[in-house]
């Protein structure tokens, strides 16, 4: 992604590399201390750069990592894209795996307890 972002204009030396990193989270955690270390306290503007279909959730794991930072996303061909997307919706799903199953709890247990309450009324218990 550093090639393509200097092949669209940002100079090399404006580009950070962090080569460590196995994982999208751990990118953005490695890549922290490759900031910090570079500027030492001073302020900084970040880019980084990913799949455009891989934006947003990496873009939830810098904020995780504590960068401030914006993405831009490189283009996806198009025969790809439907798997791609799936992908980063299950891969969102599981990270908040505990909020979904909440959420689905709550529905179900509404559900339940709307169905007992009408055949209640209808057999007028």
């Known amino acids: 992604m550093r090639d393509y972002a200097v092949a669209h204009g940002i100079p090399e030396s404006d580009t950070l590399l962090e080569d460590q990193s196995k994982t999208t989270l751990e ?36 904020r995780m990592a504590g960068i401030d930072a914006n993405g831009i996303g490189a283009k996806t061909r198009l025969y790809f894209l439907p798997n791609a997307t799936i992908r980063e919706y299950i891969a969102f799903m599981v990270m908040n795996k505990r909020r979904h199953i909440i959420v689905m709890g709550l529905a179900l247990a509404y559900t339940i307890i709307t169905l007992i309450l009408g055949a209640m009324h209808i057999l007028k218990f």
Do not use: E, W
């Not at 302020?43 to 455009?52: L, S």
């Open 27 to 62: 990118n953005m955690r490695f890549s922290r201390k490759v900031i910090d270390s570079r500027q030492q306290g001073r302020p900084y503007q970040a880019m980084f750069c990913t799949n455009n279909y891989h934006l947003l959730r990496a873009g939830v794991f810098a």
